[in-house]
């Protein structure tokens, strides 16, 4: 009797900005391939947040630790209930997801594919987009290598004006104008210096299930991926 070697799962991160539609997609992704049979889950970076959208299915969904120490330290700086170094919780978001890398890592091994909202990207280009001189993004990018690297990132791209325009920004500490256009433009300076990666542009501007269907096309293709996982390097 022999048995196959279980093919891993396929991590796949979705990103933008606040507003560009990541958690009702990733919740649409999750349902289509959950349909065609495979096993999948969902986790969200930061873990531990408030959510604004769709709570119910996200409490349900989620899988990161939400009782984790720098999720909730995470929590009450975003929240803006305290004041912490530009640098420090760089590191504790950076930790928070350190604290998952594990599980990532044996779900895959597992044959579980794994959808993730906000990852490494966020957490670069948010600390960068500060603009303290201290900060660049290559210091924010260094404590991220040596995560797992996504099979497939999914960046719903769409301008800091258009998300304004969907409004209803709510309290969170990141959440104007000023603040997400700089983060847009650093993310096009993060995604075109990530050689290697598997990066898919998403036009984020279309309606829902326009988005939907383009992000699942990008997806099925790599279904059937059996490279070994890959871990983030320095940036060049
Ligand atoms: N954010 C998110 C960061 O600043 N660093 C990170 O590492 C991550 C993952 O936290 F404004 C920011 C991005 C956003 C806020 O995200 C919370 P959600 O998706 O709105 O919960």
């Known amino acids: ?27 649409l992704l999750l349902e289509a391939l959950q349909q065609r049979g495979h096993h999948v889950k ?12 769709c709570l119910g299915w996200v409490l349900k969904h989620a899988c990161s630790d939400r009782n984790s120490l720098t999720g909730k330290i995470i929590n009450g700086y975003l929240q803006g209930q305290a004041q912490q170094d530009d640098h420090s919780i760089h590191l504790l978001f950076s930790a928070n997801r350190w604290e998952a890398a594990q599980r990532i890592r044996s779900d895959l091994s597992n044959g579980i594919t794994i959808i993730v909202d906000r990852y490494s990207y966020s957490g670069a280009v948010y600390s960068a987009a500060k603009e303290n001189p201290d900060l660049s993004l290559e210091w ?25 325009k969907r ?25 075109s210096m990530n050689h290697g990666h598997d990066i898919h542009l998403i036009d984020a501007r279309f309606p829902v299930d326009q988005v ?23 940036l060049r």
């Not at 924010?140 to 304004?164: C, H, K, M, N, Y």
Request: proline content about 4%.
């Open 1 to 27: 009797f022999h048995e196959d070697v279980k093919a891993r799962g396929v991590l796949i991160v979705v990103e933008g900005l606040d507003r560009a539609g990541k958690t009702v997609q990733c919740q």
């Open 167 to 191: 409004g209803g920004y709510g309290e969170e500490r990141y959440e104007t104008n000023a603040m997400q256009s700089k983060v847009r433009h650093l993310f096009d300076r993060l995604l």
């Open 212 to 234: 939907a269907k383009d992000i699942l096309n990008s997806t099925l293709g790599h279904l059937s991926e059996r490279k070994p996982l890959e871990t983030f390097a320095k």
């Open 42 to 53: 969902y986790i969200k970076f930061p873990g531990n947040t408030t959510m604004k959208v």
């Open 140 to 164: 924010a990018w260094q404590p991220e290598v040596g995560l797992p690297r996504p099979d497939l990132l999914l960046f719903l791209s769409i301008s800091a004006e258009e998300t304004a």
